[in-house]
C-alpha cells in the first residue's frame, strides 16, 4: 500500500486498508490489480479525475486537426474563374489543409472525361509550388476528384503534369527506357552497320 504522500507503507491487509483511508477521509484505490500482491493507494479520487481530465484536455490543445476544404469546378467554367478560386486554395494550403478538387460533370457532361482530367492536370501544374498530389485523380460517382495535400511537389509542375497524365503517384519520376535504340534502317530495309 501507498499512503496520500507517495510513500510506501507496505503489505497491509485489506480491511485495515480501507479503514486507514476512511480515518484520513480520502479513497483507497486499487492501482496494480494484477502485481502480487495487489497495489493500492490512499488518495482523493476526485481530485485525481479532476487532474487527469486536465492533462487529457492540454494534450488535445497541443493537436492540430487537419481539415479538408473542398474546391469544385464545373467542366464549362471558365478559367478565368477558376483563377479566384485558386486563390483561396493557397490560403488554406497555407493554413495546413489539404484540398479536395472535385470536377462535376452533368447530364451528357459524363462522356467528356478527358475535359476534367486536363482541369485538374490544369489545377496540379497551378499549384504545385505550394501543394502536392496525395491522390490521382479518380472518378467518384458522377465526378472527378484528386486530393492535394500541403507542400511543394517534388518536381515541381512537370511532375505534377505526369502524376495526372499517368494516374499513378511515384516517388519518381518516370524513368526513360534503359534499352538500347534500333538500329537506323537503311533505303532497302537492311540494317545499316556501323564500323
Known amino acids: 500500500m501507498i499512503d496520500e504522500k507517495g510513500k510506501q507503507v507496505g503489505i497491509v491487509p485489506t480491511y485495515e486498508a480501507l479503514r486507514m483511508a476512511q480515518d484520513r ?19 482523493d479520487f476526485g481530485k485525481f479525475m479532476y487532474e487527469r481530465t486536465k492533462k487529457e484536455r492540454e494534450a488535445k490543445k497541443g493537436q492540430k486537426a487537419i481539415e479538408v476544404k473542398e474546391l469544385r469546378i464545373r467542366p464549362k467554367t471558365n478559367w ?16 495546413g489543409n489539404k484540398i479536395r478538387v472535385r470536377v462535376i460533370f452533368r447530364a451528357r457532361e459524363i462522356t467528356h472525361i478527358a475535359i476534367g482530367r486536363e482541369i485538374l492536370e490544369k489545377v496540379a501544374v497551378e499549384l504545385a509550388d505550394a501543394a502536392s498530389i496525395e491522390q490521382v ?15 511543394p511537389m517534388k518536381g515541381g509542375p512537370e511532375a505534377a503534369r505526369a502524376v495526372v497524365k499517368s494516374g499513378r ?19 532497302n530495309g537492311a540494317a545499316s552497320a556501323g564500323m
Open 25 to 43: 477521509n480520502l479513497d483507497l484505490v486499487e492501482v496494480a490489480p494484477n502485481a502480487q500482491p495487489p497495489v493500492c493507494r490512499i488518495i
Open 169 to 187: 503517384l511515384s516517388s519518381r519520376p518516370p524513368e526513360q527506357s534503359s534499352a538500347a535504340p534500333p538500329p537506323s534502317q537503311s533505303a
Open 137 to 151: 485523380p479518380v472518378m467518384d460517382g458522377k465526378s472527378m476528384v484528386m486530393l492535394l495535400a500541403p507542400g
Open 80 to 95: 478565368y474563374h477558376t483563377g479566384f478560386k485558386l486563390k483561396r486554395v493557397r490560403e488554406f494550403l497555407k493554413a
